[in-house]
């Protein structure tokens, strides 16, 4: 095979082949010409095809991982350091959402452009699918060099992007893990970049974060949490305890807030904090979430027919059921399974929930109030609710939330803060609960702030279903807190 001149100038790739004959017993050569030129590029085509993403033309994750391990195979000689890089554009759904795939598309070129011009010619950029890009830094000598080329890196897209006609800001978040420090393997440190790139994203993009240990400990707490849940409700392990709330004009126990629990196997108790976030993130929340309303529903019930004082039974709920699942079917069915009245059944939402996909919740909400059940806004004052959506809102109660209650005492700023909202409470017609109290100061700022309920360790810890009723029989149904 070669390359021939034509008489014109241009180039083509040939293929020659000759053999010798014998013509009249005189030796003779037949040569063959071939012209390749169209095949070979074809060949080169495909070539290309199977090692680059065909959108930016960067490598693609085959060539990217060859690149970097014969880097690393040379670092490993030179003894220097390898870092890899996690990119992951922030809030790219909504720019394809809304300016369609084709301004996507030319957006992520644009990208892969300017990272192209940030980046030496001897570091691999590569696109991963979707808007994520990775970057290996070849021969590293120190780490604040790798800080130096990440904050380069965002500071690259920080000008604004301009396509279509459109401004567009395209920010990204960024992980880091270093070679060898962070892992011997390229699987391992894609990994940890990756969970590092996840830790910028919470500590609010635009910004990149180095692997550390302690984030793999973390990570595989939350998937050994996540793979345990998945058995927990079939083997029973979850269990309601139940704080009581006291209505101050009477100091009568007039409800409880039903929380959960979840029971190990090993006898380990452990708080929801600690496991909703992972059962909200895979969706484990909606079953789980219905079994706590059926045995709210049904513990409510049981304590009627026990004879317990008339108690509402307050129900958490997390906006994931909200998102997912029916969650009106499944109040309906709690409802419906125990025989508990409506109106003695409250859910607590937060305010949070009420902001994200604002209408379609809200609608939930409607019909959720329509089936004659009571609505509480849990936590009040940490999220950013606005007056006018509160408005619409059909909630009855409002609980301000501990961290106002907390400081009430020493601070000023607490009380103003209570006090507003007790005011803007009865300004809606709203009743006022005020959760986490703990000292008797504390209650009796709130009794002056017009607060109508209250719930904390004053007065309970959230117990066993029956320890409650022991204490209310203890109480002789004169359950009362001030006697
Ligand atoms: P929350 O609904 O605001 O519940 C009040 C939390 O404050 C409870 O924590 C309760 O034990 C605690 N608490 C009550 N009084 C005091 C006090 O005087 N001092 C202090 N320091 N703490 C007090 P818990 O049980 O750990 O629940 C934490 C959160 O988990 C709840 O906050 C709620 O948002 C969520 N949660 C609990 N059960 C469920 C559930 O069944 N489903 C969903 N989606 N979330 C739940
Ligand atoms: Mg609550
Ligand atoms: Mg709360």
């Given at each position: 095979?070669?390359?021939?001149?034509?008489k014109s100038?241009?180039?083509?790739?040939?293929?020659?082949?000759a053999?010798?004959?014998?013509?009249?017993?005189?030796p003779?050569?037949?040569?063959f010409?071939?012209?390749?030129?169209?095949?070979?590029?074809?060949?080169?085509?495909?070539?290309?095809?199977?090692?680059?993403d065909?959108?930016?033309?960067?490598?693609?994750?085959?060539?990217?991982?060859?690149?970097?391990?014969?880097?690393?195979?040379w670092?490993?000689?030179t003894?220097?350091?390898?870092?890899?890089?996690?990119?992951?554009?922030?809030?790219?759904?909504n720019i394809?959402?809304?300016?369609?795939?084709?301004?996507?598309?030319?957006l992520?070129?644009?990208?892969a452009?300017?990272?192209?011009?940030?980046?030496?010619?001897?570091?691999?950029?590569?696109?991963?699918?979707?808007?994520?890009?990775?970057?290996?830094?070849?021969?590293?000598?120190?780490?604040?060099?790798?800080?130096?080329?990440?904050a380069?890196?965002?500071?690259?897209?920080?000008?604004?992007?301009?396509?279509?006609?459109?401004?567009?800001?395209?920010?990204?978040?960024?992980?880091?893990?270093?070679w060898?420090?962070?892992?011997?393997?390229?699987?391992?440190?894609?990994?940890?970049a990756?969970?590092?790139?996840?830790?910028?994203?919470?500590?609010?993009?635009?910004t990149y974060?180095?692997?550390?240990?302690?984030?793999?400990?973390?990570?595989?707490?939350?998937?050994?949490?996540?793979?345990?849940?998945?058995?927990a409700l079939?083997?029973?392990?979850?269990v309601?305890?139940y704080?009581?709330?006291?209505?101050l004009?009477s100091g009568?126990?007039?409800?409880t807030e039903?929380?959960?629990?979840w029971q190990?196997?090993?006898?380990?108790?452990?708080?929801?904090?600690?496991?909703?976030?992972?059962a909200?993130?895979?969706?484990q929340?909606?079953p789980?979430?219905?079994?706590?309303?059926?045995?709210?529903?049904?513990?409510?019930?049981?304590w009627?027919?026990a004879g317990?004082?008339?108690?509402t039974?307050?129900v958490?709920?997390?906006?994931?059921?909200?998102?997912?699942?029916?969650?009106?079917?499944?109040?309906?069915?709690?409802?419906?399974?125990?025989?508990l009245?409506?109106?003695r059944?409250?859910?607590?939402?937060?305010e949070?929930?009420?902001?994200?996909?604002?209408?379609?919740?809200?609608?939930?909400?409607?019909r959720?109030k329509?089936?004659?059940?009571?609505?509480?806004?849990?936590?009040?004052?940490?999220g950013?609710?606005?007056?006018?959506?509160?408005r619409?809102?059909?909630a009855a109660?409002?609980?301000?939330?501990?961290?106002?209650?907390?400081?009430?005492?020493?601070?000023?700023?607490?009380?103003?803060?209570?006090?507003?909202?007790v005011?803007?409470?009865?300004?809606?017609?709203l009743r006022?609960?005020?959760?986490?109290?703990?000292?008797?100061?504390?209650?009796?700022?709130l009794?002056?702030?017009?607060?109508?309920?209250l719930?904390g360790?004053?007065f309970?810890?959230?117990?066993?279903?029956?320890?409650?009723e022991r204490?209310?029989?203890?109480?002789?149904?004169?359950?009362?807190?001030?006697?």
């Amino acid at each position: 095979e070669a390359e021939w001149e034509c008489k014109s100038g241009e180039h083509r790739q040939v293929s020659l082949s000759a053999e010798l004959i014998e013509l009249d017993e005189e030796p003779h050569v037949v040569a063959f010409v071939q012209d390749i030129t169209e095949r070979k590029e074809n060949a080169a085509r495909i070539e290309f095809l199977a090692h680059h993403d065909p959108l930016t033309r960067l490598p693609n994750r085959v060539l990217f991982r060859d690149r970097f391990d014969l880097a690393r195979a040379w670092v490993e000689r030179t003894g220097g350091k390898l870092a890899l890089m996690y990119l992951d554009l922030d809030h790219f759904k909504n720019i394809n959402d809304t300016l369609g795939h084709p301004v996507g598309d030319l957006l992520l070129q644009e990208v892969a452009q300017r990272l192209s011009a940030t980046l030496r010619e001897t570091d691999t950029i590569s696109r991963q699918g979707g808007d994520e890009f990775l970057i290996a830094l070849t021969d590293v000598q120190d780490v604040e060099a790798v800080g130096r080329i990440a904050a380069k890196v965002i500071e690259a897209l920080a000008r604004p992007i301009h396509i279509e006609g459109h401004e567009l800001a395209a920010t990204l978040s960024m992980g880091v893990a270093l070679w060898p420090d962070d892992g011997g393997d390229f699987d391992t440190l894609l990994q940890r970049a990756d969970t590092a790139m996840y830790r910028a994203k919470d500590a609010g993009r635009n910004t990149y974060v180095f692997y550390t240990g302690e984030m793999n400990t973390q990570a595989l707490e939350n998937l050994k949490i996540r793979s345990a849940l998945h058995w927990a409700l079939d083997q029973q392990e979850f269990v309601l305890h139940y704080q009581p709330q006291i209505d101050l004009a009477s100091g009568a126990v007039i409800g409880t807030e039903a929380l959960l629990r979840w029971q190990r196997s090993d006898g380990e108790l452990v708080p929801p904090g600690r496991f909703i976030p992972a059962a909200e993130d895979s969706g484990q929340i909606v079953p789980i979430g219905e079994w706590v309303l059926r045995e709210a529903c049904a513990q409510a019930v049981r304590w009627q027919e026990a004879g317990l004082p008339e108690l509402t039974m307050a129900v958490n709920l997390s906006a994931v059921q909200f998102k997912r699942g029916d969650l009106v079917a499944s109040v309906t069915q709690a409802l419906e399974e125990s025989g508990l009245e409506p109106g003695r059944l409250e859910l607590e939402l937060t305010e949070s929930l009420l902001i994200a996909d604002a209408e379609h919740n809200l609608e939930t909400v409607r019909r959720l109030k329509a089936l004659g059940l009571c609505l509480s806004i849990d936590d009040f004052g940490t999220g950013y609710s606005s007056l006018a959506y509160l408005r619409k809102l059909p909630a009855a109660e409002l609980k301000i939330d501990r961290a106002f209650v907390l400081d009430l005492e020493e601070s000023e700023d607490a009380r103003s803060i209570a006090q507003s909202i007790v005011n803007m409470a009865n300004a809606l017609n709203l009743r006022v609960v005020a959760e986490g109290v703990e000292t008797t100061g504390q209650r009796d700022i709130l009794v002056a702030m017009g607060c109508n309920e209250l719930q904390g360790f004053l007065f309970s810890l959230p117990m066993p279903a029956y320890e409650l009723e022991r204490l209310a029989h203890a109480a002789r149904r004169v359950w009362n807190y001030r006697s």
